[in-house]
Nanobody, 122 residues
Framework: QVQLVESGGGLVQTGGSLRLSCAAT????????MGWFRQAPGKEREFVAV????????IYADAVKGRFTISRDNAKNTMYLQMNSLKPEDTAVYYC???????????????WGQGTQVTVSS
C-alpha cells in the first residue's frame, strides 16, 4: 500500500510555471506507475500524464504535451509535474495517483492523493 501527498499548487499568471510534487510513503513506490490527473469544477477528472516505474516511459494528454513534464525520483519516493506556459484552462485541482500498470484511465488507479489547487489567472 502507498499513501500520496501532493504539494506545490498555487496561483500563477498566464504563461507562468509551477512544479507539483507527489510524495509517497511506503517501500514499494518504485514498483508503481504514477499518474497526474486534474479536475475542474463541474467537469470529470481528466488524465494529464503518466510515468512508468523507472521513468523510461511517459505519456501526456494532448492538452499539455510540450508544456508539462512528468518525472520521478525513486530514491526520494517522489514524483513531479513541471508545468510551463500555463493557461487559464489549466486551472483545476491536480491529483497524483498510483497504479500497477501504465494507463490514462483514472478508474484503474488504486491510490490517490488529496489534491492540490492550481489556479491560472488571465
Amino acid at each position: 500500500q502507498v499513501q500520496l501527498v501532493e504539494s506545490g499548487g498555487g496561483l500563477v499568471q498566464t504563461g507562468g510555471s509551477l512544479r507539483l510534487s507527489c510524495a509517497a510513503t511506503g517501500r514499494t513506490f518504485s514498483s508503481y506507475a504514477m499518474g497526474w490527473f486534474r479536475q475542474a469544477p463541474g467537469k470529470e477528472r481528466e488524465f494529464v500524464a503518466v510515468i512508468n516505474w523507472n521513468g523510461g516511459m511517459t505519456i501526456y494528454a494532448d492538452a499539455v504535451k510540450g508544456r508539462f513534464t512528468i518525472s520521478r525520483d525513486n530514491a526520494k519516493n517522489t514524483m513531479y509535474l513541471q508545468m510551463n506556459s500555463l493557461k487559464p484552462e489549466d486551472t483545476a485541482v491536480y491529483y497524483c495517483a498510483a497504479n500497477t500498470e501504465v494507463t490514462r484511465y483514472y478508474r484503474n488507479y488504486d491510490y490517490w492523493g488529496q489534491g492540490t489547487q492550481v489556479t491560472v489567472s488571465s
